[in-house]
């Protein structure tokens, strides 16, 4: 049988899940995941090799409707993960209700490149006890008439249940090609984007309310020590007020400090290194509407 790959965008209101389901289905963390909605801020490829062939499943910001600068680059990101896609993977909190923004995201897959013959719509949270599975089958009925039954399924990211399956409904969509990838690969982001974004998941939560969309996080420099058995790192968070930074590094520091330290856990656990990470803040004010600060850290392909 001849080989089989595509890019599948994967797209939804924020907080469905969508990073989530992109660390279950690459048995990595991939892509950061948090409680607060529009946590993923980049597209980001997380990449599953199988007998079949090569998915590149394309993680996107979540689609909210809001007029601000930052907002209207993250959907842009989307758009063009749409665009540039062979299929579409459209997801669906099922434990919360359907509204304007679902409506809105039903038109944005409505003209995207894959509707649509290659479109499969995965309702997620299936584990949650208010998963309403029949209100979503309704809106979609009336929304997205033109995807069968057949290609609509239910899971949950998070504990992997209907994963499989899913991957076997993209696979039997997917055109034939060849991969892109080696077949260890698991995702194509660099090491200092990686540790930036481990550090920015750890500061998202524990921090609490409008702070996390307030905060970027730049890697400053890395070196590799003790005969390449360690990673030695700086890094900033940036808030954009100095109230701010006061919130950020907390009483006595405790709050930078849990920071730290669960973000080294980690990294240590994604890479093989010793993780030494030297964490400071910094305000950098108005950095949302700033564009050359935006292009540098949302435009990054
Ligand atoms: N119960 C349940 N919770 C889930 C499931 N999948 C994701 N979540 C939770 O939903 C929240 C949002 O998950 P993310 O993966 O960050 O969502 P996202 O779609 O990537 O969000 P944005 O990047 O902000 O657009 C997190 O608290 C997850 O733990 C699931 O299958 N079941
Ligand atoms: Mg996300």
Known sequence: MAEKSAFVAVVGRP????????????GQKVS????????????????????????VFVDTPGRHISEKKLNRKLVELSDRALEESELTLYLIDASRLVGKEEEELARAV????????????????????????AAVYAFLQEKLPGIPRERQCE????????????????????????????????????????????????AINNLREELPHSIY???????????????????????????????????????IKTIRQSAQKDLHRIFDWKVELDLRV????????NDTVLRRLIDRS
């Not at 907080?15 to 690459?26: E, F, P, Q, V």
């Not at 950061?32 to 998915?55: A, D, K, Y």
């Not at 992997?160 to 039997?172: D, I, K, P, Q």
């Not at 055109?175 to 481990?198: K, S, W």
């Open 155 to 202: 899971l949950s990211a998070k504990n992997g249940t209907g994963v499989e399956e899913l991957l076997r409904l993209l696979f039997s969509l997917a055109p034939e090609g060849p991969r892109l990838y080696p077949e260890d690969t698991y995702t194509d982001q660099d090491v200092q984007f990686r540790i930036a974004e481990i550090i920015r998941e750890k």
């Open 217 to 255: 996080v730049e890697v400053a420099d890395t070196e590799l020590r003790d005969e390449g058995r360690r990673l030695w790192v700086r890094a900033f968070i940036l808030v954009e007020r100095e109230s701010q930074k006061g919130i950020v590094v907390g009483k006595g520091g405790e709050m």
């Open 32 to 55: 950061i995941v948090s409680l607060v909605p529009q946590t993923t801020r980049n597209t980001i490829r997380g990449i599953v090799t199988r007998e079949e062939g090569q998915l």
């Open 110 to 133: 409505q003209y995207s490149r894959a509707y649509p013959d290659r479109t499969v719509i995965a309702l997620n949270k299936i584990d949650d006890k208010r998963a309403d599975t």
């Open 282 to 289: 910094k305000v950098a004010s108005d950095w949302r509407q």
């Open 15 to 26: 907080s469905a899940g969508k990073s989530t389901l992109i660390n279950t289905l690459c």
